[in-house]
């Protein structure tokens, strides 16, 4: 009996003596496999955004043909919640507890990731990188198990507002805006900005529910109201019924669009092109359908990329360019821990990107994190519709989040 | 004052969306003496049909026709297949199916068209003969055809030995049967005919607010308001609710309780209504005898 209990101590110290001081690498971490959790709306209202789910699925099997991510493979493990929070808590407890995956990626939805928020971080699991852009992310201190990717929606409200003090300073500013947290996002970074000349310059605010038949009610009144710069937070649907109302009762406005809805296929095309010509909005990465970037290198690597391992993506969905360059962010952070694959550690990689460029994200940008600031991307560029493209101008803004 | 103007004339034109989905929900009303949730989400499937048929080549006024005779065949097939054999079930097993239906019919428009918006052509000139910005060549229209249909039904229910006793089968199944009415024949009648006023809802609809599965969400709230506020056994009583429903809510909007509310302000209109005038404005007063 005592000699088995030393024994026991005696192999607990080797072990121990063996390694390098580090913590034991994740659950579903081995030798030759990465195993990475995710969730996605592949069915249900918010299916077209499932697609982004399918193209990191593909890129992850380019990566594994070239080899996988040091040594390793990753397997994808996405599941289908049909943008319904209560099913996606229960995917994400089936991933962490029966898959037993290393960490959850680009989980998609603001509602639904909110249902999984405190979980993740009680578990203390990686949940990296969420597909949304409200602003609740990028909370180190409270949330540190939480980081979100693409510029969030107060960044671009704040860009908006400053638009509009460097251009119209002297605007009468007309905002629609859906009245829930994505909605109200927009206004706080537009409020943080413009400072006490918000309520200066704002002459009428109204809202709409995405319940709500049309919204012409709410155009023609803040038509009424004589602005001449108009901020629109609406998502395609409603951006499309404004901007053909706008028309229809002739109302002009220098017109800011957010980039929820800036697309030519899912808003400008149903609105009618000529009545969306001039619209201004913001943009973070590359169109790959716009001429400007027919010969740019990492256009054709993707084009290349979905001719071989998504052919049945479309390729005029930016979706899928999204979804190419949020997968690259991740293989950074993978490359970065190196056999290090602690949970502890990916989280503290994911905090540690410094000035990474990943594909497709337009020129001069670079994703960028620290203990600190769990805000990846806060760069954007400014763009006009011109009846055909969207064409940038400007320079890339940075609006840091607070 | 022309701030009034447009909200009311706005108001009227969607009013006119409200209306015609109203009448749809009387139309069934009438048949079978249910409310059918489900209208909405039929109304829609019919559109993406016409819609399909536009997308492939056909021109606008063939697959209106088409589309409105699919509608025909589909309402009464659902009531052979789905509601005949339930015909004695309660009340509350028509309401689940109902609701199954609105589901059923949403996934599968999802699935087979996909959740983005859709333009949808209006069958209206692009320009008015006079010249105005109050209101739209395609909201003027709607108008003038929520008007024509609900003649039509008028006369239908009226004049027509169909109509009679379809609204004989309705209101008293068993006298019917009785002079020689084949009550399933009204109610298999009923239901297709409730398809096709949907379908031409959905078709006036979709080119305002864009053509998708979830379309009708909103919108079939505000026709089942209309509907109670007019009346829900008569026809010309949905009508004027629905348009009191589209003009209340933007003058309410605009100058009372802010766009916020508007949703809401529906809802209170029809437990007001039912609370102090359950028939509705326009509606006969139902006597059971006991």
């Not at chain 1, 991510?69 to 599941?79: D, H, L, M, Q």
């Not at chain 1, 209560?86 to 898959?99: S, V």
């Not at chain 1, 190419?324 to 821990?337: I, R």
Request: charged content about 15%.
């Amino acid at each position: 009996m005592k000699l088995r209990l030393m024994s026991t101590v005696a192999v607990a110290a080797m072990a121990l003596g063996a390694g390098p001081a580090l913590a034991a690498n994740a659950p579903g971490v081995t030798d030759t496999e990465i195993k990475i959790g995710n969730t996605n709306p592949y069915s249900g209202p918010a299916s077209s955004y499932g697609t982004i789910g399918k193209s990191i699925s593909a890129c992850w099997d380019s990566i594994n043909a070239g080899g996988g991510v040091n040594g390793r493979k990753i397997k994808w493990i996405s599941y289908d919640d049909g943008y319904s929070p209560p099913k996606t808590k229960e995917q994400i407890r089936k991933l962490i507890e029966r898959d037993e995956v290393a960490f959850t990626f680009q989980t998609l939805g603001t509602p639904t990731n909110s249902a999984v928020h405190k979980y993740m971080n009680k578990k203390k699991v990686p949940h990296l990188f969420v597909a949304t852009g409200a602003t609740k992310w990028g909370q180190p201190s409270k949330f540190p198990w939480t980081i979100g990717w693409q510029p969030n929606y107060q960044t671009v409200g704040a860009i908006f507002g400053n638009y509009i003090l460097q251009n119209h300073p002297n605007a009468k500013v007309a905002i629609i805006n859906q009245n829930d947290d994505y909605g109200k996002d927009y206004v706080i970074g537009m409020k943080q900005e413009m400072g006490d000349k918000f309520d200066k310059l704002v002459v009428k605010q109204e809202t709409y529910e995405v319940t709500d038949p049309t919204i012409d009610s709410q155009i023609v009144g803040l038509a009424n109201s004589g602005a001449d710069v108009f901020v629109n937070i609406s998502i395609p649907k409603f951006a499309a019924q404004a901007i053909k109302k706008m028309a229809a009762i002739g109302w002009k406005p220098v017109h800011l669009l957010n980039d929820v809805a800036a697309s030519i296929k899912s808003t400008y095309t149903p609105a009618g092109l000529e009545n969306s010509k001039g619209i201004i909005s913001v943009d973070f990465y590359k169109d790959p359908n716009d001429p400007e970037w027919k010969d740019d290198a990492e256009t054709k690597a993707w084009h290349a990329f979905m001719d071989k391992y998504y052919p049945d993506g479309d390729k005029a969905n930016k979706f899928n360019a999204y979804g190419w360059a949020v997968c690259h962010t991740m293989k950074a952070v993978l490359e970065q821990a190196g056999d290090n694959l602690s949970r502890e550690n990916i989280m503290k990689e994911a905090a540690n990107l410094k000035q990474v460029h990943v594909p497709m994200l337009l020129p001069g940008m670079a994703v960028d994190t620290s203990p600190t600031d769990f805000y990846p991307l806060e760069q954007m560029q400014m763009m006009r519709f011109d009846g055909s493209r969207n064409v940038r101008f400007g320079p890339l803004i940075s609006a840091e989040t607070e | 004052m022309d701030l009034f103007l447009q909200q009311t004339l706005d108001g009227l034109a969607t009013g006119a969306i409200y209306a015609s989905l109203a009448l749809a929900v009387v139309m069934i009303y009438q048949a079978i003496d249910h409310f059918n949730f489900a209208q909405g989400e039929m109304a829609m499937f019919s559109t993406f049909i016409a819609w399909q048929l536009i997308a492939w080549g056909m021109p606008y006024w063939a697959a209106f026709l088409i589309c409105l005779a699919f509608s025909f065949i589909g309402g009464m097939l659902i009531e052979r297949v789905i509601f005949a054999p339930i015909h004695d079930a309660p009340v509350l097993s028509h309401i689940v199916i109902f609701i199954a239906l609105t589901l059923i019919f949403n996934a599968l428009a999802g699935f087979v068209w996909d959740f983005t918006i859709k333009e949808f052509p209006s069958p209206f000139p692009d320009k008015l003969p006079f010249e105005s910005t109050l209101i739209g060549p395609h909201e003027f229209g709607v108008v003038g055809i929520t008007l024509v249909m609900l003649g039509l039904i008028y006369v239908f229910f009226r004049f027509t030995p169909v109509g009679l006793a379809m609204r004989a089968a309705a209101a008293n199944p068993v006298s019917a049967a009785l002079v020689g009415i084949s009550v399933k024949r009204m109610l298999g009648l009923g239901w297709g005919l409730a398809a096709v006023v949907g379908a031409v809802a959905g078709m006036m609809i979709a080119p305002k607010v864009y053509l998708e599965p979830n379309m009708m969400l909103g919108i079939l709230l505000y026709g089942f308001a209309g509907a109670v506020v007019g009346g829900l056994t008569s026809p010309g009583g949905a009508v004027v609710g629905g348009f009191l429903m589209g003009v209340l809510e933007n003058l309410a909007g605009t100058y009372i309780i802010g766009s916020e509310l508007k949703l809401t302000f529906a809802l209170v209109v029809i437990v007001a209504v039912l609370l102090f005038k359950p028939a509705g404005l326009f509606g006969r007063v139902v006597v059971m005898r006991v």
